[in-house]
């Protein structure tokens, strides 16, 4: 059984070193502004296995270092999350919620409703899109 449940930054940040940044620092994993983002882990059997981060700003929500572990991506936690981040966003009135997504990523935010932007950038060897949901 799975469930997911607010955790403390530091929780997310070994998921998003070695599904993020695997060749990097560890520091790389690890954000400036983390104690003021809300960190949600999903847990399957007590085991943390899907991390993401969000910040509410200003009335949009921005979710960061998404990440799944590798042997259980695909099989449906990340899309379990991805429906819980966007029901908070509509219990906190947010009237958009955006992402800088990895190119790899951008089907699978599509079919969350997720428009991709015309702003387009390249970072540490990746490429990225801004994609945004509208809500209201
Ligand atoms: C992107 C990521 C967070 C998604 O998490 P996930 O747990 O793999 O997500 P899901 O399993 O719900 O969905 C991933 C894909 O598996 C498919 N899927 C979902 N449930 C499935 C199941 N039961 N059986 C087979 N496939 C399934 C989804 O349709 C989706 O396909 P798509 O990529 O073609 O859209 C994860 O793959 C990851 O960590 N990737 C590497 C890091 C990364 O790119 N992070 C995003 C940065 S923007």
Redesign the pocket.
Known sequence: MSHIEQIPPELTWRIRRQ??YPDQDFSKAILEDDDEGMHLGLFDKDQLI?VVSLFIREGCMQFRK???IRD?????????L?HYLIRIAEEQNCRMIW????K??L??YT?FGFSETDKTYHKDGNDFVIMEKILK
């Open positions: 599904v993020l899907s998404f990440a799944t259980f991506q695909n099989m449906g936690y990340g899309s379990q991805l992402c800088n997504a990895r790899n990523a089907g699978f079919k």
